[in-house]
């Protein structure tokens, strides 16, 4: 199971910090991933992180902006968002599968939490 947490109003250029904590399994053994869906928009990737960490991906859009990282002594996994655009704005989803390398493709995952919504706007 995974449960996203943090999502909230922000103003451009703000911060926020996402939070997906695990249960039933341990995230260091998975592939993580955050996505993000805008209304009336796809699915699209934003951030993933390998197993053990090993390496980290990122979109174009958010590269330079977000952080992805995890603690695997809360089993977490989560996204550090600076200098937030309202392009940014859209539920977030955490996922999970167990493969070494990540992807910013859904359709490998198949764990899924429920999502957060992320709003920027003045």
């Known amino acids: 199971q995974l449960v996203e947490s943090g999502g909230g109003l922000v103003q451009p250029g703000g911060s926020l910090k996402l939070s997906c904590a695990a249960s039933?399994?341990?995230?260091?053994?998975?592939?993580l991933a955050w996505f993000r869906q805008a209304p009336g928009k796809e699915r699209e990737g934003v951030s993933c992180?390998?197993?053990?960490?090993?390496?980290?991906n990122y979109a174009d859009a958010v590269q330079g902006r977000f952080i992805i990282s995890t603690d695997n002594a809360k089993n977490t996994v989560y996204l550090q968002m600076s200098n937030l655009k309202p392009e940014d704005t859209a539920v977030y989803y955490c996922?999970?599968?167990?493969?070494?390398?990540?992807?910013?493709?859904?359709?490998?995952?198949?764990?899924w939490g429920q999502g957060a919504q992320v709003s920027v706007s003045s």
């Open positions: 039933g399994f341990t995230v260091d053994d998975y592939s």
């Open positions: 992180i390998s197993y053990a960490g090993v390496s980290t």
């Open positions: 996922a999970a599968q167990r493969v070494f390398s990540c992807s910013l493709t859904a359709t490998m995952y198949h764990y």
